[in-house]
């Protein structure tokens, strides 16, 4: 079974520039989810998706994030623009929805630096 | 609010010595917890979860956790430590099924031949 795939793996950008991320969930997982790690920090969940309808975003700083998951499969994260503090490992998971499926499964994450 | 501490933010064994690595927890409901491994430009990778059944929760590589709800706490541990085990240990709690995990700062685990 294919794992959660994430492109790219690491991007470089200066600040006020906009970036996008990709998400390719494991087949059948209905549900999606956003990380951002900062360098020394767990995750934090930015955004979550159950099939393409958002349940959780208020993390997300929507003025200049935006996610979307189009057809309840592939995901895109979206800085504009961007930040200093932005810079951070961007995880996304993947779980089956139902009560005895719950396990987050995450992929490699995006390094980003905006320098 | 959740919140997750691990208290040592890197701690050092030698091979073939007790890994222990704590978490303590805040919950205002009966929790679900989890510990991750991180290897370096890798993601996440659970290592156990604890989903109210047993309170001792056998992982994968050796890795055992005990959930004490009286101590809120799920520490992790491994009876003897291999050079493979180096790495970033997260611990995390979700309040409900699917729900979003929140995670502990982490802790890096350093292991000396």
């Known amino acids: 079974e294919a794992g959660v795939a994430q492109s790219p793996r690491y991007k470089i950008i200066e600040k006020r520039q906009s970036v996008a991320f990709w998400c390719n969930p494991i087949s059948g997982h209905a549900t999606l989810y956003w990380y951002q790690q900062i360098l020394g920090q767990g995750p934090k969940l930015l955004i979550q998706?159950?099939?393409?309808?958002?349940?959780?975003d208020s993390q997300l700083p929507k003025d200049r994030f935006s996610a979307e998951r189009l057809k309840g499969v592939d995901s895109t994260l979206k800085i504009q623009p961007a930040k200093l503090e932005d810079s951070a490992v961007y995880l996304c998971?993947?779980?089956?929805?139902?009560?005895?499926?719950?396990?987050?499964?995450f992929g490699p994450g995006t390094r980003l630096t905006v320098t | 609010a959740q919140s997750v501490t691990q208290l040592g933010s890197h701690v050092s064994v030698s091979e073939g010595a007790l890994v222990l690595l704590r978490c303590n927890y805040s919950?205002?409901?009966?929790?679900?917890l989890f510990w991750y491994v991180q290897y370096p430009n890798q993601g996440l990778q659970l290592l156990l979860k604890y989903t109210s059944a047993a309170t001792l929760v056998k992982g994968i590589n050796g890795f055992e956790a005990e959930f004490k709800k009286s101590e809120t706490s799920f520490h992790l541990t491994k009876p003897s430590a291999h050079m493979s085990d180096a790495a970033e240990y997260f611990c995390a709690v979700s309040e409900e099924q699917g729900g979003k995990l929140i995670f502990g700062q982490g802790t890096t685990l350093q292991v000396k031949p």
């Open positions: 998706f159950q099939n393409n309808g958002v349940v959780d």
């Open positions: 919950s205002s409901v009966p929790p679900y």
């Open positions: 998971a993947s779980s089956l929805a139902g009560r005895s499926s719950y396990e987050q499964y």
